[in-house]
Nanobody, 126 residues
Framework: QVQLVESGGGLVQAGGSLSLSCAVS????????MGWFRQAPGKEREFVAG????????SYRDSVKGRFTISRDNAKNTVYLQMNSLKPEDTAVYYC???????????????????WGQGTQVTVSS
């Protein structure tokens, strides 16, 4: 099992940007498909973005398409989430997750991922 540590969260005004990072240790990240999820207070954890092991495919929830970009650097064992044009409804705890598979099918689900980070808070003020 891998260990995941997120960083880069914080407070930003609407329209601003934040860049999240997730450092992976314990095993080589190239063996895993990776994802970002988020959970707002009182809501279920939801998929935000996913990326296959070699970055040949990415996917996003509709509400972040065109604003968020997921990427990975297998040499650095790090996955990133660049968030632009942030909105108050993006406020949540953001979690990095690893799936013990090179790929995922369909829209990634929470249950598909085996390892999780502790989360990082993103707050967008209006």
């Amino acid at each position: 099992q891998v260990q995941l540590v997120e960083s880069g969260g914080g407070l930003v005004q609407a329209g601003g940007s934040l860049s999240l990072s997730c450092a992976v240790s314990g095993r080589a990240m190239r063996s895993y498909a990776m994802g970002w999820f988020r959970q707002a207070p009182g809501k279920e954890r939801e998929f935000v973005a996913g990326i296959t092991w070699n970055a040949d495919s990415t996917s996003y929830r509709d509400s972040v398409k065109g604003r968020f970009t997921i990427s990975r650097d297998n040499a650095k064992n790090t996955v990133y989430l660049q968030m632009n044009s942030l909105k108050p409804e993006d406020t949540a705890v953001y979690y990095c997750a690893a799936k013990t598979s090179l790929y995922y099918t369909g829209t990634p689900r929470v249950a598909d991922f085996d390892s999780w980070g502790q989360g990082t808070q993103v707050t967008v003020s209006s």
